[in-house]
């Protein structure tokens, strides 16, 4: 065999070589912002048309929905046949994708969904479902979904996601122990449960803190604290949006909340807050706790 020959053959075993690792690479690169809502896409179709054996989940995959463990094929998710509208998210350093869901059962009833879906390898290795099926669910603020939750922030109205870790993390200590920062509410700032309106609301039918924001709301005794569990599923600057989770004591008793919130940020104060906080006997993990 020839220099030149055995040059060659070096030549084209090193081209094949970097292609194998650039292959490789591709494929074990994230799963970037356009990836991530289109998994959460073909999710809600598939859910849909009840064909669960088509969504691209890890071996290990863990499934939750309400705190409880199951298959994806037992969700509540099954009964829904329309969405109303939707508000989704994407978190590519997290790998997550989370929306919140304004839907339709067959039987006409109209549901609130938070789901989060974490991309690991292309496959989903975490779906987190808050499926709220109760009489409280308000129709009137969900569809259609508010566009200030999607709409794009000005630079200078930015915050970056060190600022969003603190105010959020000091949103849940506030839950905990009530003396939140007034610095970082706007006095315009509204908090939503499943679409009912519950700050500058006297009348809310969900908490009794009178006509307060979301600053006022959650000073002195209150009946909740502490927040354990607290987590952020989700930080995007560009929209202003931060998702926080944690689970909800309400002293002593046996009911905890899991709440999953959406966090509007403009300028470094809380504007609003679209949250799904689901209060039952027996809660006592999320499952999830990083």
Avoid at 262 to 270: E, P, S, Y
Wanted: charged share 25%; aromatic share 8%.
């Amino acid at each position: 065999m020839t220099v030149k020959v055995v040059l060659k053959i070096s030549s084209l075993a090193f081209a094949a070589l970097a292609l194998f690792v650039l292959s490789k690479t591709a494929s074990a690169a994230t799963c970037d912002r356009a990836c991530l809502l289109e998994q959460a896409k073909e999710f809600n179709a598939n859910m849909l048309a009840r064909a669960t054996e088509k969504i691209q989940l890890a071996p290990d995959a863990q499934i939750r929905e309400n705190t409880k463990a199951i298959a994806l094929g037992d969700s509540k998710w099954i009964g829904v046949t329309k969405i109303l509208s939707e508000g989704v998210y994407a978190d590519t350093l997290l790998g997550n994708v989370i929306e919140h869901v304004a839907a339709e059962t067959a039987a006409g009833k109209t549901v609130y969904i938070g789901t989060r879906l974490k991309l690991v390898d292309g496959k989903i290795k975490e779906v987190e479902i808050n499926f709220d099926d109760g009489p409280k669910v308000n129709v009137k603020n969900l569809v259609p979904y508010d566009p200030i939750f999607t709409t794009v922030v000005s630079p200078e109205e930015r915050s970056n996601r060190a600022q969003f870790e603190r105010i959020i993390n000091s949103y849940f200590k506030g839950l905990t122990d009530h003396p939140p920062i007034q610095a970082d509410y706007d006095p315009r700032c509204d908090r939503y449960h499943s679409g009912n309106r519950v700050t500058h609301n006297p009348r809310n039918g969900v908490e009794e803190s009178g006509d307060v924001g979301c600053y006022e709301s959650n000073l002195g005794p209150k009946p909740w604290g502490p927040a354990a569990e607290v987590r952020i599923g989700l930080i995007d600057p560009e929209r202003g949006i931060v998702i926080g989770y944690a689970i909800l004591y309400y002293g002593d008793g046996p009911r905890r909340m899991q709440i999953n919130e959406i966090f509007k940020v403009l300028d470094g104060r809380i504007r609003m807050v679209d949250n799904i906080g689901l209060m039952e006997e027996g809660i006592t993990t999320s499952g999830f706790t990083h």
